[in-house]
């Protein structure tokens, strides 16, 4: 199967602009980027994702082994670069995927012209050698918990409509809580995946042009797991927005799509 | 009720004046009551998520003051540290995104740390171009239904850890039932095959290759009726009863007529219980093997020769095992030479349902192994078992392969 269908890819915006590849993080689907996406693509050829599990990806394509780490998902998104021949395009990691863009990056250094990570953790859980990640391994579990009690209107029966006609416009009403809706037994693995990984030791190897985005206030990455992730990559930036939350994308649309166009259009 | 327990309501008719005064005065409260003290709790926040309102029954849930938490704590602040993963990875941005979210179960800690199971419903607040300015929710006391959850949950895990459980047992009891390596025969190559069509259910196909001394050897393959723990009885009964019949005396109408009277013996009319057995008895014949099969009531065995020809060993008397007390059975005979294959199979196979509606059939079976012959017994059962593959959930029967076959001489090979 192609990796651009797999995937759910779109591509929109400007096609003789600088690819932007925008990645979402775990919980939701592409749909995350839709406040920032209008202002890209006037400059930018802007490719959305929706990573296998989530959205409207193929989800026959899921198997535990290959998406229980974040390599499976790196591979995946370097798969849709080469089958897009996208050159040198800038990936836009939101949350977990600003990893899964690390991890592509150090796997194919010369295949990406910048990256940018947006509200970025290299490892959610305290260690005991004063690394403040925001949480103890006890939290995860207790997130694992809140997924099991909260289907957002999945079911069993309901699997098949979802995946087999998202654009039957008599379904509409079944629609709703699609964009982060996921299979519960999915959701529980990227979970684990998302929250259980470490990938401090990876970030000093990242040669890419690299600019770190994060905000003022965010309960799951905060600004001074920013500041780490920031000093462990050689030559980086960092941008902190005035903004809340974990997603910026949606809650200040307008001065993230600001700092992801001015770091794409500026000088490597 | 007692009658002076206070005003009683006028049966029937439209509200008297009276009533009307009553109904107002019990309505006394304004709609400030009736949020502050409303049956469930009311937040409204910014954006951001920052608390600028809050009512008394949340507060009282809380065990928090207004002033503890307006204008300096967030909704997500009240959470659990779980639930705030939640709800600033799914909560948050599907608010954000469709306007509303309704019956997300979350938990609240209380000023004592203890937790309180709640059901949130958000909605955002817009002005009249549509931009968000902030965010009502409400929420609901939900520590009875979460405890009732929580046990549907533990039933469920239960239900699949059982199933695990059952999965396992079958996968042994499906295992004793067959022989765990097939002996080696001098100058004879062996295959098999066996497709579980359930993994929740023992199944009723069987088969085994072994010796019955001065160089002789007995094989059968067979499929009992019904699936489960009585199917998995009457296989084991069925397989040793076959091995110490044919210890006896190996002729394999004898075979078939002892097992055919076990049976009769050991069950009643009233729950018969019957089988389809293919038993071959195989010796030694020059460069190859003679062959005496014998069968009751089971699909022919399928002969593959050396020179490309393809025949069914038609056994055409025999009856279903179990049934009648004086069962007839008829036996053929054959010799496997150089380069022949002999291949035994269970119903599975030709009963398979196919894409337009049909069953495989005998006849497509021939042509499909006509077309593979001459080949060993390896191959055929490979084969044949990638055609099972190919029905899908057409296959819906346990099905086994058992392929005997003389090696072809190196000069007759290509």
Redesign the interface.
Known sequence: MRASERNNVIVTGREDGTPVMLAHGFGCDQNLWRLVVPALAERFRVVLFDHVGAGRSDMSAWHPERYSTLDGYADDVLEICRELDLDRPVFVGHSVSSMIGVLAAIQEPDRFGKLVLLTPSPCYIDDEDGYRGGFSAADIEELLESLDSNYLGWSAAMAPVIMGNPDRPELGEELTNSFCRTDPQIARVFARTTFLSDNRTDLAKVTVPTLVVDCAVDAIAPPEVGAFVNAQIPGSRLVTLDAVGHCPQLSAPQITAEAITSFVAGPG | MTADSGPVPRQGGAPDVSQATLFGELLEDSADDLYEHAPCGYLSTL???QIVKINKTLLGWLGHTREQLVGRR?F?DLL???????H???F???L???GE?GG????MRTAEGTRLPVMVTSVLKTDDAGRPLLIRTTVFDARDR?AY?REL?RARQEAERDRERLKRLVATLQRSLLPPVLPRVPGMEIAAHYHIASPDQVGGDFYDVFPLGDDRWGVFLGDVCGKGAGAAALTSLTRYTLRAAAAHDPAPLKVLRTLNTVLRQEYTDDEMRFCTVIFGLVVPDGDGFAVTLASGGHPPALLLRADGGARYLQTPEGLLIGVLAEARFSAVETRLGPGDTLLLYTDGLTEARTGDGGRYGDEALLAFAGGLAPITPPAVVAATAELLGTFGAGLDDDTALLALGVPARSADQV
């Open positions: 954006l951001d998520g967030r997500s659990t540290v779980g639930g705030r993963l939640y600033e990875t799914h948050a941005p599907l954000r995104m469709q979210l997300v179960a979350l938990e979460r959850e949950l």
